[in-house]
């Protein structure tokens, strides 16, 4: 049975689907995660509305049972800056598709929706888009049923001290209990500090963030630890992310002998 109704709305992806039809993942605001049909896509309207990343105000009958519609649409929001950037682009699409995993379709989530579609606005503001992505990560776990305490020793319970974290525990050890796992993780105890921030930090209040890349090395490096432990899945997204790494490497190391070409002239 169809219902009518006006959400906000973001796209997490499309597909073709016959000759120049498309399926189109949206998250709404008010209906969840929903598979909508758009015939003829390249000629219809809703052209401007069905490509990935893109924020609207959408009329939409949704289908419990089957393919919802896009009846109009108004206030379209393109991130500009995110698809300028291709490192940005796939840090964005990563948390889109993070957030599409973590949720049920057809599942109401305004909360999620909200914390996605912002953390996307600082994106394109230019805020660190890797930290921005480490903080999603975090505070998204509980949606996988995960909940990690980064405040305080597992066993005596004291805080603020250089913490390492214990998978055989699920939680940190203070100095005096390193002995009781053998294989902790021997992280920089600034990791775990952070990770606390990260869990308390609301998005609204947050204006800048600035960290050293070795700092966010060795945070992605846990991260990626944490969801291999816990969470267990394994997106496209995320390996495309890891793949940047070395084109990342490619391309300042041609910028560099371009820089130092133009010099030698």
């Known amino acids: 049975m169809l219902k009518s109704l006006a959400s906000k709305g973001l796209v997490l992806y499309n597909r073709n ?37 893109t924020a609207a105000d959408l009329l939409v009958k949704v289908n419990d049972d089957g393919l919802s519609y896009i009846e109009d649409y108004q206030d379209v929001t393109v991130y500009s800056h995110i698809n300028e950037d291709l490192f940005i682009m796939a840090y964005a699409s990563y948390v889109a598709a993070l957030a599409d995993a973590s949720l049920p379709d057809n599942q109401a989530d305004s ?19 890797e930290v921005l992505t480490n903080i999603f990560e975090i505070q998204i776990l509980s949606r996988f049923g995960i909940a990690l305490n980064f405040h305080d020793c597992v066993f005596c319970h004291r805080t603020g001290l250089p913490f390492d974290f214990s998978f055989r525990y699920s939680g940190l050890l203070c100095p005096d209990h390193y002995h009781k796992d053998e294989r902790r993780c021997h992280l920089n105890p600034n990791v775990p500090f952070l990770l606390e921030q990260f869990q308390a930090v609301k998005f609204s209040e947050l204006e800048s963030i600035s960290l050293k890349a070795d700092m966010k090395q060795q945070l992605r490096a846990f991260i990626d630890q944490l969801y291999d432990e816990y969470v267990g899945i394994h997106l496209k997204s995320k390996k495309f992310i890891d793949s940047l790494g070395d084109w990342g490497s490619i391309l300042k190391n041609r910028n560099e002998e371009d820089s130092h070409e133009k010099n030698s002239h």
Do not use: C, N, W
């Open 17 to 53: 689907y016959r000759e120049d039809d498309k399926l189109v993942k949206i998250f709404t605001e008010q209906a969840g995660k929903r598979m909508f049909f758009v015939k003829h896509a390249g000629k219809s309207k809703l052209a401007p509305v069905i490509q990935p990343l």
């Open 111 to 129: 909360a999620l929706f909200v914390f996605l579609q912002k953390t996307l606005e600082l994106m394109d503001e230019g805020l660190d888009y």
